[in-house]
Structure formats: C-alpha cells, structure tokens
Nanobody
Framework: QVQLVESGGGLVQAGGSLRLSCAAS?????MGWYRQAPGKERELVAI????????NYADSVKGRFTISRDNAKNTVYLQMNSLKPEDTAVYYC?????????????WGQGTQVTVSS
C-alpha cells in the first residue's frame, strides 16, 4: 500500500513563508502539489513530471513557490514564500508511478495552509 504523508502546513501571516514536505512510501515517477480552496476545484500548484526534469508551476505561484525533490528519500518539498491570503487552501501531495505501460496516481491526505491578511 503506497502512502504519501504530508507535513508542514499551518497558519501564517501574509508575506510569510511555509515549507511543505511529502514523504512517499516508495519511489515515484512524478511528484507534485495540488491545492483546493473552499468552493473551488482542485488545481495544480507545482509538479516535477520527470525525475530530474524541469518543474512546472501555476502562474499564480511562479516566482514565489519552489518545488524540489529528494529522490533518495522519495520526498518532495514545496517552499512557499511571499504567501497571500488567496493561497489559503488544503494542499495535497501527488505522486505517480509508471509500470508496464500503465500509470498509477496517489494522493496524500492533505494539509491545511491558512494565510491571514
């Protein structure tokens, strides 16, 4: 049973920083972060689709958030700087495995990030 365990969420004032971590119980091909605000659909925040490859970011977080991976530890991080109230959401870790031509998607349980104005 593959598990993704997130940590690092919390309450921060606007302009502050938080760092999210997500540890997978096994190796992943793609790893990234999504978020879901109340009343809104889940959206991509940042993802590294290929190990060691480039990362993609939502336009709303470019220049403020940085995704990084430690493949030896099966861990992905999201450094969030210059946080804004509109960044408030539940953040979900995402991982994907690929085997025998198929893909398998996995999600963490979510961690709440609240940015106060």
């Amino acid at each position: 049973q593959v598990q993704l365990v997130e940590s690092g969420g919390g309450l921060v004032q606007a302009g502050g920083s938080l760092r999210l971590s997500c540890a997978a119980s096994g190796s992943m091909f793609s790893m990234g972060w999504y978020r879901q605000a109340p009343g809104k659909e889940r959206e991509l925040v940042a993802i590294t689709a290929i190990p060691g490859g480039p990362s993609n970011y939502a336009d709303s977080v470019k220049g403020r958030f940085t995704i990084s991976r430690d493949n030896a530890k099966n861990t992905v991080y999201l450094q969030m700087n210059s946080l804004k109230p509109e960044d408030t959401a539940v953040y979900y870790c995402y991982g994907q495995r690929r085997a025998m031509g198929r893909t398998y998607d996995y999600w963490g349980q979510g961690t709440q990030v609240t940015v106060s104005s």
